[in-house]
DNA sequence: TCAAATACATTGGATTCTTATGTATATTTG
DNA sequence: CAAATATACATAAGAATCCAATGTATTTGA
């Protein structure tokens, strides 16, 4: 099973920073890889969400990045700012907070980690 | 604090067809209200967004209307079709699945109920 | 060797929401 | 009683965000 698409709209940011927070840096195919691997193959991230979600983190200011070579292959490492880093435990927070209201408004007994 | 607007998307239509699975039939102003009430003004649905959302849930049959007069306003109720409402149990499960595979991921800890 | 995987990226289109606007009736309050 | 607010429907233009498709190129493994 895969999620409709609709959910993960307004959730990837949040959870691409979050990886990003965890895992110090990452780059871009990695992170698809990862968020299917943790989540057991429900969520996947496609490309054309990917990049240019990405993309918008840096412009505002939120990731730095750095090219690598690996082989003749770059590969675009992407790192939380300290902006980023304010900016993600907001997100993640706020997160929390609208599953909980969800959680009450559906009636949707959640298991107790 | 209301939520940004991101995270409502792809979660509206599965808000209101939850509401009609308890209520059997409201109308859209009602709903509004109850959202707002039930969220402590966190989740507001703007008319905008939801005459729109149960147009289409009525042309993909999910719901079914009818009118009443109050003096001389008009009053628009709708309903759940027997399709509606098996869906209905699909949405909400979809979604309740989906929160706990963020909770995960995000590692974010739910009280219990 | 050749398919699959790795790794970046962009474009066109669909969907979904926001903001703004429009119309009209009913109720409350100064 | 006038004016503001609440009730109640609706649409239209624009922004945001995602998907599917496409493109380029290298590397790995059967």
Redo the contacts between chains.
Sequence with gaps: ?I??S??????LK??VL?LLADNKKMYGYEITQR?KE??FD??QITEGALYPSLHSLEADGLVTTETEFIGKRVRKYYSLSATGKTKTKEK?S????????????????????
Tied chains: 1, 2.
């Design positions: 099973m999620y409709s609709e959910l993960i709209k307004g959730t949040t959870i979050k968020v943790l989540t429900k969520i993640v706020e997160l929390a907070d609208f599953m909980e209201t969800m959680k009450f408004l559906l009636d949707i007994k959640t298991n107790t980690a």
